[in-house]
């Protein structure tokens, strides 16, 4: 099957395989394992922060970054199409007692003037206050659309301005930094916290890091020991992020460029693409979404419906060229059955 319902869905490569097999591991809880403390340290020291925390999930980093920096009864500025808003099951809510305000868009992308026509400040026990915005860079909902490192500077201007802190769910930040020619540190510059997941396009097998100050990230390993994600030898997958790191950032070139030419070549077969698509996400607009996937399954390619009327197509780092050819051979053949 040639799998493009996600880049979570990546295996580790034989070169990862290796790195996780020799790793050296302690127990992570007491902070004795050597390799989470050297994925840490290299994670920080790659973003320009002052510390990082291993967690097991991007769903995770999000919520300790948001618990570390805020209290129960504050609001969260956030896209409408936000991760944390549509897909991490209301645990700001649940868990943080946050109030969202969701701003709508297209590319899931704020500006400062959508921000700071939403922020709450006013001394009135009847209102929430505003005390930290979230971005997404890549953004899913939004088809892999990227902030530059200008665009995020601004918003972090605002927060600063406002005194708000501003949390970077950068769960495909390198797809980001890879796209628009910036760098991870260029955009952890502007961010209070920020975070990026290892198990998507960097094909590690699980976790995310969570970087900020020292202060925050101490409070978010308090939040992470109480949400359960404390890990013991958990060096065995920190040596798979950090061999992500070393040797997989650049092969995200890899995934936008396949993504371009199975674009390109939908797009003469008269398939709809909505959004603009300038990294590894794709959507198409179909009549019938769920006939469609059906249909392509039976032909051994796997997409995601998405609703009734769109699919998702996501290329990453196990599909190859032959695997692309054969996916546009798959949906060309069935889009000209009408």
Excluded at 45 to 72: D, I, W, Y
Excluded at 297 to 316: K, Q, S, Y
């Amino acid at each position: 099957m040639i799998d493009l319902r996600s880049d979570t869905v990546t295996k580790p490569s034989p070169g990862m395989r290796e790195a996780m097999a020799a790793a050296e591991v302690g127990d992570d809880v007491f902070q004795e394992d050597p390799t989470v403390n050297a994925l840490q340290d290299h994670a920080a020291k790659l973003l320009g922060k002052e510390a990082a925390l291993f967690v097991p999930s991007g769903t995770m980093a999000n919520l300790c970054a948001f618990l570390a920096q805020t209290r129960p009864g504050e609001t969260i500025i956030l896209s409408e199409g936000a991760h944390p808003y549509h897909y991490e099951a209301a645990n700001v809510a649940v868990v943080g007692g946050l109030l969202t305000c969701p701003i709508p868009d297209t590319l899931c992308k704020l500006t400062p003037d959508q921000i700071a026509d939403k922020i709450v400040q006013i001394d009135d026990p009847h209102f929430s206050h505003t005390t930290i915005v979230a971005i997404e860079n890549t953004t899913n909902r939004g088809g892999g659309a990227c902030y530059t490192t200008e665009e995020v500077a601004a918003i972090g201007g605002l927060c600063r301005e406002r005194g708000l802190r501003l949390h970077c769910d950068g769960a495909r930040l390198f797809n980001a930094a890879v796209a628009t020619g910036g760098s991870a540190e260029e955009y952890a510059r502007s961010c209070d916290s920020i975070c990026f997941c290892l198990s998507k396009g960097l094909g590690a097998p699980v976790g995310s890091l969570l970087l900020g100050t020292r202060e925050t990230i101490y409070r978010a390993h308090r939040f992470r020991k109480l949400l359960g994600g404390g890990m013991r030898q958990a060096g065995v997958l920190a040596a798979a992020g950090l061999y992500a790191l070393e040797h997989h950032i650049d092969d995200l070139r890899e995934d936008h460029w396949r993504a371009r030419q199975f674009r390109e070549a939908m797009e003469a077969e008269g398939l709809q693409f909505p959004l603009p698509s300038p990294t590894n996400i794709l959507y198409i607009d179909l009549e019938d979404a769920y006939g469609w996937v059906g249909a392509l399954a039976d032909e051994g390619v796997l997409v995601l419906p998405m609703e009734a009327t769109r699919i998702r197509v996501v290329f990453h780092r196990d599909i190859t060229d032959d695997d692309l050819a054969r996916a546009i051979a798959v949906f060309r053949k069935r889009a000209r059955k009408g």
